[in-house]
């Protein structure tokens, strides 16, 4: 009976660190502090970009680099250059993150949609240790076209259909 | 009762049906300069002066590059649900058609009736020409694709849009590797650019532009400086145009007695009614009011597509 008590004090005692190393990474990643750049030619329907995402946890920016890779093709765009295309974003009227901020805070949730639309290369993670912080950098692919689909089915941007 | 509802469905139906903007028919057509550079011309001369004419149907039938070009360009337009008209198609289809049309006689041996306006209407017409044009470049053992995809307004000649670039050098990969590589890299970038042109079509109208012309001698003795109550017909026209266009955009290049032609006219995509029009709904629309009292001008509506018009005053 003991022990069992003792168990429990330890998972009591532990609780507090995890919730508060979740809410960190929580923190770090709700802000989207990360960099987007083209990563080569993607097969068709395909993106490839190198998300490099910011963390005081190696282990969290690597986690968080699929959400930002999709949140980059979403609402930021990247830049070209060496035989890469650039590429608006998706989303490209001014405050549609906040008009639809219910439907992006389910889609970037921890386990979200925005899961369904990315894969990491593997064998393409890069740290930086920035300060005190590190800079992560991994080459993330994304199924852009499903991605858009889904987008256009929500009503947040326009098919090239639209209207006729 | 019963028979209310379905007439009241029925409408909403209709309603529904009309209320889409007619969608415009694209074309993916290889660029002058493509075909020159690439032998696929033919020399015409007029008047004196020797030019060279793309031989479409020689490039088709003897270029791969250019037939997967198409093929995977089409492939992904109707992935967007826009799928494009073909060139090699449109060009058999003339063909065919201009043949049936030589064979088909009657029982007394005539042949089908076809005014010289007819035949030239038969030319293969889209609205929106998708020009393709690429250029491989060698440096060293390397090679690399320098690509151009340019949207033209059939009617207005203006750009709508075009998608360029040049592709990263490579050892290995073969010419239509890299150009399929090309127009999937660049093919986004080029849909965004259509799709400024569509919304911009929804907001402030669609563009066209509509040409007035008069029938010499014609019965009615009229022209475009002929007067109604003291004011001369171009003026009347300016002025309905003034009216009928969304926000009075439109502007006249030339104007003389016979003709007067009006550019960037900026039409509205549906009437009053909630029916989708284009430049011939306009046109008549235009005529319809000209044909009325105190006017009574005969007028002919010639269509020319979506995007452009012609209306010829004095006789039917």
Known sequence: MRKFLLSLLVVALCMPVWAGAKKKADKDTNQFRYEIECAGNAIQGTYLVKVWTYSRKAAVAENQCRKNAVHGVIFKGYGGGQGCVSQRPMANTPGVETQYSEYFNRFFADGGEFQKY??????????????????????VSIRKDDLRRALEAAGIIKGLNNGF | MKRYIFTLALALVALVASAQIKKPELMVVPSDVWCISNGYYTEVENMGITTKVPNYKQALQEDMGLKLAIAKLNDLMAERQFPLQSLEQVIKNLELQKMEDN???SK???ELAESPLDEVARVAKCDIILELSWEVKDFGPKHSISYILEARDAYTAKSIGAASGTGAPSLTADVDVLLEEAIVANMDNFNNRLMDHFTEMQTIGREITLDIKVFANNAAGVDLETEYNGVELIDLIDAWLQLNTVQGRYTM???SENVANFTQVRIPVYDERGRAIDANGFARKMAKHFKQEPFNLPCKVLVKGLGRAVIIIGEK
């Open chain 1, 118 to 139: 990315a894969s990491i290369m593997p064998g393409t993670t890069e740290t930086v240790k920035v300060g005190k912080e590190y800079k992560v950098g991994v080459v």
């Open chain 2, 103 to 105: 064979m088909t006689v």
């Open chain 2, 108 to 110: 007394l041996g005539n």
């Open chain 2, 253 to 255: 290049p030339y104007a």
